[in-house]
């Protein structure tokens, strides 16, 4: 049912990727991030390959959940290898017919880049998407966004904000099929016709989808009004996040794993 | 350290309320009175029952006590504390707990444990005492297992229970109930209600209970009825229940029994004293002591109105099963039922029992797995089958179903255009839509003024009646009702119930799903009860409470009306108590309901 519906992808589990601190792998994210875009050379690339591997066995993660959360992104992968490989001229001639050239530099680049948002792709899903809970995520942004309330920048409510989000999608999923339904009942057809009658189908849906929403959110306003809410000032967590000697053990390891592709390339470069 | 955190010294008055008053401006550029001069005051420890119609004041007032709103004049103190000095804020808002009505609105936390640490957190309660509240509430309502569910794997039930349990955490000293059982079924309401019991046996914790409940009324200590915002009645609920005609007039309604005693005493035209109100078994003496009188001179009796319902089957399922996973588990299973025309069938079974799933089926908005359900169709004299799915724009025409809580889909910008909507889509011309709408609006007690407005500024009741009217502009032969008149006041029930007869004398046939027993039993002609998704019984309502307690197998509520009936009829041969309606029960107790053979029988 449309109840089970998951947000993201998370996929339970008690690996080292579960337990680390979800700051931890917020700022190996970025770290990835930035290996992944400076490998330039195919060995290098090949390098950065290898440290996904090891965090996608570290993840413990079934194969087929990790080729699933690629799939979306095939498309665009496709879309940016066919733009380089035709739009770069540089190196010797592969091919040429029309207007269509394929050269060496065009297709080294064209699969550069296409395999670079493969890595990157695969690194958000094994650290963040695939072993961290969205809330979790949420924690990890308020407590690393913290230094920003200096700036007045309102981080505990963003993270709120998140929060109840998250609480309110099955709420709201929920909702729609309900409406759906009476809508039905009444005639409405969301499956037939072309696709403005279709659009418009759904006004009979959204119509109430908001309203309703609104007066939830009007009602959940004055729930957490009663319950003492006021901000972030003085609150007090039921689970805080506590860095343990594990997670700086790991971050410290699968921190230099980042620099290894980045060694590599220099190395190969002094050659 | 946080302000919220502070503690109130010993008070004996919980709430004293002077002339409060409170109103809201409106759209129309006007202000509306909400509160206006109430007066009163709630003893520590006292439970409270507030009553009234829809829009009477009610939840204005509770916000007002949590200091969710604040009076515009009067004086109100709460633990003893002036709520209009700065400095007590805090103190009075931490010490109050509020459940509110919609389950789904007032929980905070993606876990369950998160949700009930929400409050104590904003109190600034620090680890490890914020973990042992957590788990000690949780414990206490029952939901420690599902401490890291996701709250919306929750029953409706669990999470007012979770409700609680956030508010438990908070440690308060005063817990207001805003309608908090209206969108729950009975037996979810009597664990909620034991909960509140334990909770002030062993806490001492005050309670404020807003509800539209006459049999949850009568727990409280002291009852407040509220009309246009003022306080109208205030006293125990024997001294409330015994003004009955001004009970009536201000849309409530009595228990039962003390409407059989009423009508008793109507048909001897006398009046019972208060006393007689104090509680069932008083009510009952009295009603024995007046059936000892002589019967005024002239009295006979009465006529009570009944209807003829004809054999043509409009709707028959037949050994229906659905799943909505195809290898899992059955939602219902072997389902078998019919409906005649001007027939109403009730559908009774708990929370989970299959309902929803079953009358989703009657329309085609699911597909049986197994079995059928079939349409009569009047212009080509045949039954139609939801299996084609040609046919299903067909079924809809002639089976109309109103989900529960049906004001939420409304949304088009005018009455009007709303109502027009289900035949619009049914293809009839402009000319055939406008008269179809107009002739839907008497049947639910709309007038054409509110054809121009936008439903949405409409009030719940009338919002309802419009999307009943929406239904009904479609002219459907069968009537699917899912718990019509589910979270309105007495008075709004008693007319949708009302509106739901005249539509069976005219000939539709209709299924109604229902919690209220009492109701079920006195409308339907026959009763489907479901279990688990099983059948568990199909018959008149005289078969399911006559077969020896069969029904309390099925763990159904007895009609409280019968409860009655059957202590009073004990040494009354002639008396069958097996009546479901007040008035025939009343003529039965004094005239006997049974033919002379069936008394000599005995």
């Known amino acids: 049912m449309m109840k089970d519906i998951s947000i993201g992808r998370y996929v339970q589990g008690n690996s080292v990727l579960h337990r680390l601190d979800p700051r931890v792998k917020v700022f190996l994210f970025i770290l990835y991030m930035v290996t992944i875009f400076l490998a330039n050379r195919p060995i290098a690339m090949v390098a950065t390959f290898a440290v996904v591997l090891l965090l996608a066995l570290l993840s413990k993660i079934p194969v087929v959940e990790v080729l699933r959360s690629v799939r979306p992104i095939v498309f665009i992968m496709v879309f940016i290898f066919v733009i380089n490989i035709f739009t770069i001229r540089s190196g010797e001639t592969i091919f040429s017919w029309w207007i269509f050239t394929v050269t060496m530099g065009g297709l080294q680049k064209a699969v550069l880049m296409a395999f670079r948002l493969l890595l990157l792709i695969l690194a958000t899903s094994l650290l963040l998407s695939l072993t961290t809970t969205p809330l979790k995520l949420s924690d990890a942004l308020e407590s690393l966004g913290s230094p920003l309330k200096v700036l007045h920048v309102p981080v505990n409510e963003m993270a709120m904000t998140i929060s109840i989000a998250l609480r309110f999608i099955p709420t709201l999923v929920e909702e729609t099929d309900k409406i759906m339904k009476a809508q039905s009942s009444r005639g409405a057809e969301y499956d037939t016709g072309n696709i403005f009658q279709r659009a418009k189908g759904y006004v009979a849906v959204l119509v109430p989808l908001f309203v309703s929403a609104f007066k939830r959110a009007e009602e959940l306003a004055v729930a957490m009004d009663a319950r003492c809410y006021q901000g972030g000032v003085g609150k007090t967590k039921l689970h805080p996040l506590r860095m343990k000697g594990s997670d700086y053990m790991w971050m410290a390891i699968l921190s230099v794993t980042a620099f290894i592709p980045l060694a590599v390339d220099f190395l190969w470069n002094m050659k | ?602």
């Not at chain 2, 409060?20 to 439970?47: C, I, M, Q, R, W």
């Not at chain 2, 414990?139 to 999470?159: D, F």
């Not at chain 2, 406008?434 to 839907?440: I, T």
């Open chain 2, 1 to 602: 350290m946080n302000p919220a955190t502070k503690d109130i010294s010993e008070y004996s008055q919980s709430v004293k309320a002077e002339a409060l008053v409170f109103s809201y401006p409106t759209n129309a550029g006007t202000n509306v009175v909400a509160v206006d001069h109430a007066s009163f005051s709630v003893n520590k420890g006292e439970y409270v029952a507030v009553l009234g119609r829809n829009g009477s004041g009610k939840s204005t007032l509770a916000k007002m006590i949590d200091l969710l709103e604040f009076p515009d004049e009067g004086a109100l103190s709460v633990f003893e504390l002036d709520s209009s000095a700065e400095e007590n804020f805090w103190s009075i808002r931490s010490h109050c707990g509020m459940v509110f009505q919609n389950p789904d609105n007032q929980i905070v936390g993606t876990t369950v444990e998160e949700d009930v640490a929400f409050g104590p957190e904003n109190l600034s309660v620090p680890l490890p005492e914020l973990a042992q509240r957590v788990e000690k509430a949780l414990g206490y309502v029952g939901l420690l297992e599902m401490a890291e569910r996701q709250p919306s794997s929750l029953s409706g039930g669990q999470k007012q229970k979770l409700a609680i349990a956030g508010v438990l955490a908070m440690q308060p000293q005063l817990l207001i109930l805003d309608e908090s059982t209206s969108m729950l079924d009975p037996k979810a309401r009597d664990e909620f209600l034991q909960l509140v019991g334990r909770m002030r046996h062993d806490k001492g914790i005050t309670v404020i209970h807003i509800t539209h409940d006459m049999h949850e009324a009568f727990l409280a200590d002291r009852v407040l009825v509220l009309e246009h915002g003022k306080i109208r009645l205030n006293g125990t609920p024997p001294e409330v229940f015994s003004q009955v005609e001004v009970i009536r007039e201000l849309g409530l309604e009595l228990p039962k029994w003390a409407e059989l005693l009423c009508e008793v005493a109507r048909i001897y035209g006398i009046e019972p004293e208060k006393s007689a109100f104090l509680s069932e078994d008083c009510a009952k003496e009295k009603i024995r002591s007046i059936l000892q009188m002589k019967l005024p001179e002239g009295v006979e009796r009465e006529a009570l109105p009944s209807h003829t319902v004809s054999d043509q089957v409009m709707l028959r399922v037949s050994n229906l099963s659905y799943s909505y996973d195809k290898k899992g588990k059955k939602t219902i299973s072997d389902i078998s039922f019919d409906v005649k025309k001007g027939e109403i069938v009730a559908v009774i079974g708990h929370s989970g029992s299959g309902k929803t799933t079953l009358i989703s089926q009657l329309n085609g908005i699911l597909r049986p797995l197994e079995g059928m359900v079939e349409v009569w169709d009047e212009e080509e004299k045949k039954y139609i089958s939801t299996e084609k799915n040609t046919d299903i724009k067909r079924i809809r025409k002639h089976v109309g179903l109103l989900f529960q809580y049906p004001e939420y889909q409304l949304f088009e910008e005018t009455v009007e255009k709303d109502i027009k909507f289900g035949p619009k889509k049914m293809g009839y011309d402009d000319a055939t839509c406008d008269s179809l709408m107009r002739k839907s609006l008497p049947l639910v007690g709309l007038s054409e003024e509110v054809l121009s407005r936008s439903p949405f500024e409409l009030s719940g009741g009338q919002k309802r009646r419009v999307a009943f009217a929406g239904i009904l502009s479609m002219n459907p032969d069968v009537l699917i009702l899912d718990e019509p008149a589910a979270g309105l006041d007495p008075a709004g029930q008693k007319e949708i119930f009302g509106y739901i007869e005249t539509l069976r004398d005219q000939g539709k046939s209709i299924v109604l799903v229902s919690h209220d027993m009492d109701e079920a039993a006195r409308i339907a002609d026959r009763i489907l009860v479901l279990k688990k998704g099983e059948q568990k019984f199909f018959g008149t309502p005289d078969k399911l409470f006559a077969t020896e307690h069969e029904y309390l197998s099925m763990r159904l509520d007895c009609p409280c009306l019968i409860k009655t009936m059957e202590d009073l009829a004990k040494d009354r041969p002639e008396v069958d108590p097996l009546v479901f309606d007040v008035r025939e029960a009343a003529q039965a107790l004094v005239f006997g309901n049974k033919g002379p053979k069936e008394v000599d029988a005995l």
